[in-house]
């Protein structure tokens, strides 16, 4: 089975590649709900509308600020040896 976006050698996706996937996911279960209460606007409240267009909002911002931060951020030359280092050295 690939993975989007993988070499095809390999079967996992790389950590970015997976956050990705992860942001994707949080975009979609914001706006499937929001458009779940927007759809239903004789059932649902204007309150059930508010909160939803403020989830979704809220969900765009944290969505962008965390692929800011995990992908076009430049990184320092400590985080760089960090990301290039084993994760755990085990002594």
């Known amino acids: 089975m690939r993975w989007l976006g993988t070499s095809p050698g390999s079967v996992i996706p790389s950590p970015k590649k ?3 996937l992860v ?8 706006a499937a709900i929001y458009l779940s209460a927007a759809l239903k606007i004789r059932v ?3 309150l059930d509308i508010l909160a939803t267009s ?3 909002v809220s969900a765009a911002g944290v969505t962008l600020a965390s692929y800011w931060h995990t992908h076009v ?3 320092t ?8 280092s084993p994760a755990c050295t085990w002594s």
């Open 18 to 20: 997976l956050i990705r």
């Open 23 to 30: 942001y994707v996911g949080r975009m979609c279960l914001a």
């Open 54 to 56: 403020l989830m979704l």
């Open 73 to 75: 951020r430049p990184r």
């Open 44 to 46: 649902a409240a204007p």
């Open 77 to 84: 030359s400590r985080e760089a040896r960090r990301a290039t």
